[in-house]
């Protein structure tokens, strides 16, 4: 929903990776809109394009979709076949001769295992254009504070869900506040962190809280320790959840 840049500095320069929001065709018509209004803005002033794939599941109309997006433009053009570590890719051989058509290069490679990820970065380094870097060497993204929690939260909602609520979903952080230590109270450093889960009907409520509360209670801890391994603090994180029919004109 939001073009997102990872920043990678290597030996040989800094890659941005503007990481757009996924096409959707047939789904919940203002947010696919809004997602693929975002995706051609972001196909301007780009120096190569990376399209992502995933060789389980059929070249379909969202692919095709993605391709008529992407053919016209006259920069390099790198597929990427994600998921190298499955046994079974039953659509694997038609990637490849999609890519062998439309791309100047195909790397497989497995996002969840790490592997071959240096093959992309260094194919990517080669593509680019010379130019100074974007963003200062200790700089990860361009998302605030806010933005990625509300991220990760969303993350979590979804696994930890296991519904299918990607498109009736979203997350907004209200506060971040830094607690500084206490010694003669005995109080830890810590960030206080406020965030809602909004859905837009009262069912997806009932999904995301789950019997007892025991589904928004885990989506609560599992984000606090991710949170707390990234921040090296404790978090303390207000987590509720919300219907706004109306969050979609918000974003």
Same mark, same amino acid.
Request: charged letters at 25%; glycine letters at 6%.
């Given at each position: 929903?939001?073009?997102?840049h990872?920043?990678? &500095?290597?030996?040989?320069?800094?890659?941005?990776?503007?990481?757009?929001?996924? #096409?959707?065709?047939?789904?919940?018509?203002?947010?696919? +809109?809004?997602?693929?209004?975002? #995706?051609?803005?972001?196909?301007? +002033?780009?120096?190569?394009?990376?399209?992502?794939?995933?060789p389980?599941?059929?070249?379909?109309?969202?692919? %095709?979709?993605? =391709?008529?997006?992407? %053919?016209?433009?006259?920069?390099?053009? $790198?597929?990427?076949?994600?998921? @190298?570590?499955?046994r079974?890719?039953?659509?694997? /051989? /038609?990637?490849?001769?999609? +890519?062998?058509?439309?791309?100047?290069?195909? $790397?497989?490679?497995?996002?969840?295992?790490?592997?071959?990820?240096?093959? !992309?970065?260094?194919?990517?380094?080669?593509?680019?254009? /010379?130019?100074?870097?974007?963003?200062?060497?200790?700089? %990860?993204?361009?998302?605030?504070k806010?933005?990625w929690?509300?991220?990760?939260?969303?993350?979590?909602?979804l696994?930890e869900?296991?519904? /299918? !609520?990607?498109?009736?979903?979203?997350v907004?952080?209200?506060?971040?506040?830094?607690?500084?230590? &206490?010694?003669?109270? &005995?109080?830890?450093?810590?960030?206080?962190?406020?965030?809602?889960?909004?859905?837009?009907?009262?069912?997806?409520?009932?999904?995301?809280?789950?019997? +007892?509360?025991r589904? $928004?209670?885990?989506?609560? @801890?599992?984000?606090?320790?991710? =949170?707390?391994? $990234?921040?090296?603090?404790?978090?303390?994180?207000?987590?509720?959840?919300?219907?706004?029919?109306?969050?979609?004109?918000?974003?």
């Amino acid at each position: 929903r939001v073009n997102t840049h990872g920043i990678v &500095n290597t030996e040989d320069g800094q890659i941005v990776f503007v990481d757009t929001p996924g #096409v959707l065709k047939g789904t919940h018509a203002g947010l696919s +809109g809004q997602m693929i209004d975002r #995706v051609k803005t972001a196909l301007h +002033g780009i120096d190569v394009i990376v399209y992502v794939v995933d060789p389980t599941k059929a070249i379909g109309s969202e692919e %095709r979709y993605t =391709l008529s997006l992407i %053919r016209g433009a006259t920069v390099p053009k $790198i597929l990427v076949i994600n998921k @190298s570590d499955l046994r079974r890719r039953p659509y694997l /051989e /038609e990637y490849h001769a999609l +890519g062998a058509d439309e791309f100047s290069s195909v $790397i497989e490679l497995s996002a969840s295992e790490g592997t071959h990820v240096k093959s !992309l970065l260094r194919a990517a380094v080669e593509a680019l254009p /010379e130019q100074p870097a974007l963003y200062p060497d200790t700089q %990860r993204t361009n998302l605030t504070k806010e933005q990625w929690i509300a991220e990760l939260i969303r993350e979590k909602a979804l696994h930890e869900s296991r519904a /299918e !609520l990607p498109y009736e979903m979203t997350v907004v952080v209200d506060s971040i506040e830094e607690k500084a230590p &206490n010694a003669k109270k &005995n109080k830890p450093h810590m960030f206080v962190v406020t965030a809602r889960i909004l859905v837009s009907a009262d069912r997806y409520k009932k999904m995301l809280i789950g019997a +007892g509360g025991r589904t $928004i209670k885990e989506i609560g @801890s599992v984000t606090r320790k991710e =949170l707390e391994g $990234i921040l090296e603090t404790q978090v303390f994180l207000d987590l509720e959840v919300e219907t706004d029919a109306h969050w979609l004109r918000k974003i």
